[in-house]
């Protein structure tokens, strides 16, 4: 098993482009999740994804838009990239059945917006 | 909504034990848990607790009083390849919210 997977690895962008972060999990689990980390702070939310066919928004929505494409795959795209979205993106997967609700993480997209 | 508080970072010998606090305002509860993440490395879990107590996993341990909305991770015989961040985070309906993080540095 992969576990997580996310590409790109890396990206550069120029202000205003666009682009889509992808991002899969082959555990079957339910919700899906988006994070951002940005030097020397903890994890926020951007979006999140409880089952299949369901989004919400997290901590920090504004300027992405997401899509559960299905079970397995969660996707995260910027429309007008700005400087200030430079961060390290994970996406994480976990089954939501109560308990610690475990989440698994990707190995992160390295943005840079110029 | 929630709100978590942990120290930004500490300092440690090899061998020596640490133990990284962290408070929590919440509105329900739902248990604690610890991740881990090295530098330029995605977080793993590292121990749940939704019941008053300690849990211990082999050298790490963490303990939560629901009373006084706190709880610590102490990690034992310290080495250096414990040097990372460490999170606590608390569930918020179908989330996690993660505290800012504690940079762990182990000293030789």
């Known amino acids: 098993n992969a576990g997580v997977t996310q590409t790109p690895k890396f990206q550069v962008l120029k202000t205003g482009q666009s682009m889509t972060l992808q991002c899969a999990q082959d555990?079957?689990?339910?919700?899906m999740y988006w994070y951002r980390q940005d030097p020397g702070m903890g994890l926020r939310l951007i979006y999140y994804?409880?089952?299949?066919?369901?989004?919400d928004k997290g901590e920090v929505p504004n300027g992405y838009n997401v899509s559960r494409l299905n079970k397995r795959e969660f996707s995260l795209r910027l429309e007008s990239a700005a400087p200030s979205q430079t961060s390290v993106y994970f996406c994480a997967s976990s089954e939501a059945s109560g308990g610690p609700d475990t989440q698994y993480f990707g190995p992160g997209t390295r943005l840079t917006v110029l | 909504g929630q709100s978590l508080e942990q120290p930004s970072e500490v300092t440690a010998v090899e061998g020596a034990i640490v133990q990284i606090n962290c408070t929590y305002q919440t509105s329900g509860f739902y248990g604690l848990s610890w991740y881990q993440q090295h530098d330029g490395g995605a977080p793993t879990f590292l121990s749940y607790n939704a019941l008053d107590g300690l849990e211990e996993t082999g050298r790490f341990s963490s303990f939560l009083s629901r009373s006084d909305s706190y709880g610590y991770l102490l990690l034992q015989e310290l080495q250096m390849k414990d040097s990372a961040s460490y999170f606590c985070a608390v569930r918020e309906g179908g989330k996690l919210i993660f505290g800012q993080g504690t940079e762990l540095s182990v000293k030789p």
């Open positions: 994804s409880a089952s299949e066919g369901t989004t």
């Open positions: 555990m079957n689990h339910n919700s």
